[in-house]
């Protein structure tokens, strides 16, 4: 039995342009992994420095059956849905968002990153329902960075988003087990994660790389890791920057396509049936 959680495998996660033309490094889906349950994408945005006018991002688009989760390291996204929600994202800032039942929302830039310029940098992970609450009413959980709790270590820094590292709680409820931790690691700074070996995890490296179980993972790279511990154990390698995702699997038939992931084929086209009849709503905002 081993002490640590091993690595599955190291994947890189290729640049990939989505939306009106927004610059991704897409962890998955890809061709090396196409989920992960229950997460079912994971985008880093950028980091790109932009030129006034060139932020772009993603105009009205719909969702049902399962979570969005945003979080911004820099740049500011403006979002707004068919129930009349509106909001401003800036860095640090999280918005956990559970589409449920369905809505249709638009994501871009906020207007001083269009017109100044600046560092887009941020994350988008999908994170599905089970089948008991994929039509529950939508719902947002928004925490301003200053709300989000942090832990600390030795040479470490953590936002906690959700779960809990070093004896901090995270801010956002789940509809099952989920811990979404933010690393800041200094050089050579080690860290010993306690995560249920049930909980399917994985880390995502943003900048720097780690040591992990003998082997190192760069950034722009995702390590899966088996489920064969409860203590997940790595280092830094340089400055470095990491998320820790990890959550419990919900083992339910997964039928998704594009914006819509429910259980069955069948709920699927109900689902674009609903939204082509206008029952997730329309935005209705001055242009
Ligand atoms: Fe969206």
Partial sequence: MATYRTLDRAIPAPLVSDGEGVLIHRAFPNHDLSEFDPFLLLDHLGPVDLKPGEAKGFP???????????????????????????????????????????????????????????????????VNLPKRDKMLAPRYQEYESAKIPTATGEGIEIKVIAGDSLGVKGAVETHIPIQYLHFKLADGARHIQEVPRTLNTMIYVISGGIFLDGGFIPEYHLAVLKNDADLVEFSASGDTQVLLLSAEPIHEPVARYGPFVMNTKDELAKAFEDYRAGRMGSINVPK
């Fill in 60 to 126: 009205d688009h719909p969702h049902r059956g399962f979570e969005t989760v945003t979080y911004l390291l820099s740049g500011e996204f403006e979002h707004r849905d068919s129930f009349g929600h509106h909001g401003v994202l800036k860095a640090g800032d999280v918005q956990w968002m559970t589409a449920g039942s369905g809505l249709v929302h638009s994501e871009v830039p906020g207007r001083s990153l269009v017109e100044n310029g600046g560092r887009l940098e941020g994350f988008q992970l999908w």
